[in-house]
């Protein structure tokens, strides 16, 4: 039975994503991601217009299947914002910590793709965006003094998870993730 064309494009990301995850989004030519989904190169620019446009939805993809885990594991830590910010920290160690893990996919495309005006770079940076206005949410929730400060300190723990993971693997600093999150939740200045 043939794919419909939601099913289809779903497929190409899929394959597109592992492909560009551990070769390299520019090192993975368009043909190579038809070859391995099994479509021709014409269907695959039915749904993607341009490799950039295929770029640009797969960091699309991944930054929405990175707000599922994180709303899942917050919804799953309780009302408590401490715990659900604990909560975010467990998970990207758990990343790290995984078979899967090759770097931060967000990061890595921001490495390939400088330029400002491609949809790669702007879905990437919006997901950045959308995880420390996020964070700044809980850290609302906190009542400490500096809220926005502190959501900027635990987000560059979190930037540094991933980038420590990548280079030292999860026996280097990313095991030390959640002891810094701790620490940083704990010296916060409880508001006036």
């Not at 914002?81 to 995984?98: H, I, T």
Request: glycine share 6%; proline share 5%; with cysteine.
């Amino acid at each position: 039975m043939p794919r419909t064309a939601a099913a289809t494009q779903a497929h190409v990301l899929d394959v597109a994503g592992k492909l560009f995850y551990w070769k390299g989004i520019r090192a993975t030519g368009v043909d190579k991601v038809a070859a391995e989904a099994k479509v021709a190169p014409t269907t695959l620019y039915r749904l993607f217009s341009s490799k950039d446009e295929l770029v640009g939805a797969y960091v699309e993809h991944t930054a929405g299947d990175f707000r599922e885990r994180f709303e899942e594991v917050v919804e799953a830590a309780g009302p408590d914002p401490r715990e659900q910010l604990l909560a975010v920290f467990d998970l990207a160690y758990a990343e790290v910590d995984s078979e899967e893990f090759r770097g931060c996919a967000l990061q890595m495309t921001l490495a390939e793709f400088p330029d400002h005006e491609l949809p790669a770079h702007r879905n990437a940076v919006a997901a950045k965006s959308w995880f420390r206005e996020r964070i700044g949410e809980l850290t609302a929730r906190l009542e400490v003094d500096e809220p926005g400060a502190l959501a900027d300190h635990l987000t560059l723990v979190f930037e540094g998870v991933n980038a420590s993971g990548l280079s030292l693997g999860a026996d280097g600093p990313a095991r030390q993730s959640r002891k810094l999150v701790e620490l940083l939740l704990s010296t916060a200045t409880p508001r006036a």
